[in-house]
C-alpha cells in the first residue's frame, strides 16, 4: 500500500477499540512487516543533487556554500541536510496505510534535551520545520537510518548496527502497544521528564557507566544554555548599551548587514512582527512578551538542513539591561513531505511548524508562535519564532559507545511513539505492528540499505563541488 492509500489519523470516536485493532490487521495483508525490510533505489530516482539545488534557489545565496560545506563533512552530516533526499525516497515505500502527525526529519539528533514551562527538564523531538500528517513508517525509517549512519561512523561492527536500531524500533513498538491499552489524558499527559530519563537509563537496560557520566553532564550542561548564557557568549557592549556581537558570516548583525535606510526598514517590520506574532501566543504570555523591548537583531546561521533559510535572532530586555530575552524568528518553508503527501491544512507554514510541534511535543517553548512578514525586497515569507535557547542539550553520538547508543536509540523510539499516538490512531497502528519483532528486523535491514544509499549521495555532493559543479565553504562553526 503507498502513501496515497493513507487514512485519516484518527478514527472516528465511536469505532471500538476491537474494530480499530482488527484495522491495524487488516492492513498486515496489503502492506505485510517484513516488506519494510526492502529498499531499491526507483529507476527514475531524481538526481539528489538536483533536489539539494531546488532547495538552494529559494534561500539566501552567500549562506548556500556554508550548506555544502557542512554536508560534506561526513555522511551524518549530508544525512542531516537530506531530509528532501528521503522523503522522495520514501514516496513509493509500502505503508500501512495508517497515519499520524509527523517530525518529517527525526533524526537521532533531532532529539534532546528542553526545558518545560515549569522549569522541568524534559526529553522529546526538538525539530518540526518539515512536520506534516503522513505515514508514521516514514519517522521510523528515518530514526532507524539515522543509527545506522551514526554507527558506521563510530565504527560498530553490523552485529551492533543490528542491535541498536532493533532496540529503537521494538521500543517504537512496545511504547505504542502501551499507549494503544491507555486512555486518551493518559496518552496526552505522558512525557519522559529528568527524573525518569535517570531512570531509564539506569534500569535493566541500562547503558555504559561512560554512558552515564555523559548523561549527566549532558544535562548539567543543558540547564546553563538559556538566555543570560546566550547574552554572555552572543552580545558585545558599544556604548554602554548591549549588542549583538558579529562573528561573520554566521552572525552578522543587522547594523552590519544592511545600509542604514534599509535596516530602518527591517527593523521596523520586525518590530511589527514581534507585536503580531505575540497575538498567536496566549494571553498570559502574550502579556510576558509585551513586558520585553527590542535592543538588537541579527541574521543567524543554524544548523545544518537549515543553513541558507532566513533566520534571525532578537535580543529583548526586560526590567534591565541584565534581563535578555533571547528569540528566533526562523523561515518556514513548505514541507519536504508536502509534494509526495498533499499540502498542509495551514495557509501559513509557520502555523504549520507550531500546530505540528504542539500537537507532537509533551510540553512547548511559551513563546512559540508563528507571523508572516514582508522582507526589504517586497517578498512575504512565514516566520515561527522561538526562544533561541531554553535549557536544550544535544546528543554527541560520536562519542558513544554501541549500548550507550542502543539505550539512547530505545529513548528515541519510545519518545517518537508517545508523539504519534497523540495524533495517529494508535490502537491500529499497534495491532499492525503486532508482538513479534517483524518490523523490528525489517527496519533494521532498511536502515543498512539507506545509509549505503546516504554514502552515495554523500560522494555525489562531494564530487559535485571538486568538479565545481557546485560551491562550498566551511567556516568555523559557533
Not at 89 to 105: N, V
Not at 327 to 341: M, R, T
Not at 441 to 468: I, K
Request: proline share 5%; aromatic share 8%.
Amino acid at each position: 500500500m503507498s502513501q496515497k492509500a493513507t487514512t485519516a489519523m484518527r478514527t472516528s470516536p465511536q469505532t471500538t477499540p476491537e474494530e480499530r485493532a482488527a484495522l491495524g490487521k487488516e492492513a498486515r495483508r496489503s502492506s505485510p512487516r517484513s516488506g519494510h525490510a526492502v529498499y531499491k533505489p526507483s529507476p527514475d530516482r531524481p538526481d539528489p543533487l538536483t533536489i539539494l539545488e531546488a532547495q538552494s534557489a529559494t534561500r539566501v545565496p552567500e549562506l548556500v556554500p556554508i550548506r555544502y560545506g557542512r554536508m560534506m563533512e561526513a555522511p551524518f552530516r549530508f544525512y542531516r541536510g537530506a531530509a528532501a533526499i528521503m522523503a522522495s525516497d520514501l514516496a513509493d515505500s509500502p505503508t500501512s496505510g495508517l497515519t499520524a502527525q509527523l517530525c518529517g526529519d527525526a533524526h537521532m539528533l533531532n532529539f534532546r534535551l528542553l526545558a518545560s514551562p515549569e522549569r522541568q527538564l524534559m526529553f522529546d523531538i526538538n525539530d518540526f520545520d518539515e512536520t506534516l500528517p503522513g505515514p508514521w513508517e516514514w519517522d521510523v525509517k528515518r530514526l532507524s537510518a539515522s543509527f545506522v549512519i551514526a554507527g558506521r561512523a563510530n565504527g560498530f561492527d553490523d552485529d551492533e548496527r543490528a542491535r541498536i536500531v532493533c532496540a529503537t524500533v521494538r521500543s517504537y513498538r512496545e511504547a505504542m502497544i502501551r499507549f494503544a491499552g491507555t486512555g486518551n489524558l493518559d496518552v496526552w499527559y505522558a512525557n519522559i521528564d529528568a527524573d525518569l530519563l535517570e531512570s531509564l537509563i539506569t534500569g535493566r537496560r541500562q547503558g555504559t557507566k561512560h554512558g552515564r557520566k555523559n548523561l549527566a553532564h549532558a544535562m548539567a550542561k543543558a540547564r546553563t544554555r538559556d538566555s543570560l548564557q546566550a547574552f554572555d557568549k552572543l552580545t558585545e557592549t558599544v556604548d554602554g548599551r548591549p549588542r549583538i556581537a558579529a562573528d561573520h558570516p554566521l552572525l552578522v548583525p543587522a547594523a552590519d548587514l544592511l545600509p542604514d535606510l534599509e535596516r530602518s526598514a527591517l527593523e521596523r517590520e520586525f518590530r511589527r512582527l514581534l507585536e503580531r506574532y505575540g497575538r498567536t501566543l496566549a494571553s498570559d504570555r502574550r502579556a510576558l512578551l509585551e513586558d520585553y523591548r527590542l535592543a538588537d537583531i541579527a541574521r543567524k546561521v543554524v544548523g545544518v538542513g537549515s543553513v541558507g533559510t532566513r533566520c534571525w535572532i532578537f535580543l529583548l530586555l526586560g526590567r534591565d539591561g541584565q534581563d535578555p530575552l533571547f528569540l528566533q524568528a526562523k523561515e518556514a518553508d513548505v514541507s519536504v513531505l508536502a509534494e509526495h503527501i498533499g499540502a498542509s491544512k495551514y495557509r501559513n507554514q509557520g502555523e504549520r511548524v507550531v500546530s505540528g510541534q504542539r500537537l507532537m511535543q509533551a510540553t512547548s517553548d511559551i513563546f512559540l508562535g508563528w507571523e508572516r512578514v514582508e522582507g526589504i525586497d517586497g517578498k512575504q515569507r512565514d516566520f515561527y519564532v522561538r526562544q533561541l535557547r531554553d535549557w536544550k542539550g544535544i546528543a554527541m553520538p560520536e562519542r558513544m559507545r554501541p549500548k550507550d547508543m542502543e539505550v539512547f536509540g530505545e529513548l528515541c523510539g519510545l519518545t517518537l511513539a508517545r508523539a504519534h499516538a497523540r495524533s495517529g490512531d494508535r490502537i491500529a497502528i499497534a495491532a499492525y505492528l503486532g508482538s513479534s519483532d517483524s518490523f523490528d528486523r525489517a527496519l533494521a535491514t532498511f536502515a543498512e540499505a539507506y545509509a549505503d544509499q546516504n554514502e552515495r549521495d554523500h560522494q555525489a555532493l562531494v564530487d559535485a563541488v571538486h568538479t565545481g559543479r557546485l560551491q562550498a565553504e566551511q567556516p568555523p562553526t559557533t
